[in-house]
């Protein structure tokens, strides 16, 4: 089977509905390079737990070196796009990672495919930040990225559309799909109806970290919870007048 490599930061947990179907792929051989600490207080999945010495021999681990919280660089990874046999790479599409950088072009000149994944342009680049991430991102034979807008930068900044594809970031689709036919059946109930009335609900999608600022929406729930339940004390009030009136 043809060989193709990948090379990410971690093996987070939520990356794992996406990688499981290229783990067990019986028409690919998939290898798998990252580090097995922690990165940015995301943890990494314990592979013990998860899968048999046979997906196991599969993983190789890297080190990572990070400075000011952002990696830089990965160990071993230019060595193995230089010897290794294989067919094509798919490397994190993050411009900050120079070994990357290296990697591919090599990996590009040896005649193999290269593909980048991840958010491709954010809109707010200027300058030479966006020169820079202009041309990694004009290395890979295409990209895959997480977002419909991600997509439409790149083309409007002259990428292919042909070669630049939109796969969501870690959609694990065949769990999402069951629980969502089972909420259509009516077998999952909805657990967020408030006092049997309906009201808005919101749903966070991301890491747990400090960045996502979850605590503005947590605030936001409260300050909600305490205008549902203000409204309600009002209208007990008035229904208590009435009956007092009457």
């Known amino acids: 089977m043809k060989k193709i490599l990948v090379i990410h930061n971690i093996f987070p947990v939520y ?5 499981d179907p290229l783990i067990y792929s019986n028409k690919l051989d998939f290898e798998f390079y990252f580090t097995t600490k922690d990165f940015k207080g995301i943890k990494g999945i314990k592979i013990n737990e998860h899968y048999k010495n046979k997906e196991q021999k599969k993983f190789h681990y890297v080190k990572n070196y990070v400075f000011n919280g952002i990696l830089f660089w ?3 990874i230019i060595k193995t796009c230089v010897f290794k046999k294989y067919e094509g790479v798919i490397f994190l599409g993050e411009a900050n990672i120079i070994s990357t950088w290296i990697a591919s072009v090599i990996a590009r000149i040896r005649g ?8 491709g342009l954010y809109g707010n680049e200027k300058g030479i930040k966006l ?3 202009k041309m990694f991102y004009k290395i890979p034979s295409e990209n895959l990225i997480y ?3 991600a997509k439409k930068r790149l083309i409007e900044k002259g990428f292919s559309e042909n070669k630049t594809h939109v796969i ?3 959609l694990q689709y065949t769990y999402q799909k069951e629980l969502f036919d089972k909420f259509q059946n009516g077998k999952i109930k909805k657990d967020w109806d408030f006092f049997g ?5 919101l749903f966070f999608l991301g890491r747990l970290t400090k960045e996502k600022k979850i605590d503005l929406l947590v605030k936001l729930i409260g300050q909600y919870l305490i205008l549902v339940l203000l409204h309600y004390l009002f209208q007990s009030m008035i229904l208590f007048q009435s009956t007092v009136y009457i």
């Open 168 to 170: 969501y970031n870690s």
């Open 197 to 201: 009335t309906n009201h808005p609900v």
């Open 147 to 149: 977002s419909e807008g």
């Open 131 to 133: 020169f820079l991430r």
């Open 15 to 19: 990356i794992k509905g996406f990688w």
């Open 74 to 76: 990965q160990s071993g």
């Open 112 to 119: 193999k495919k290269v593909i980048f994944r991840g958010h």
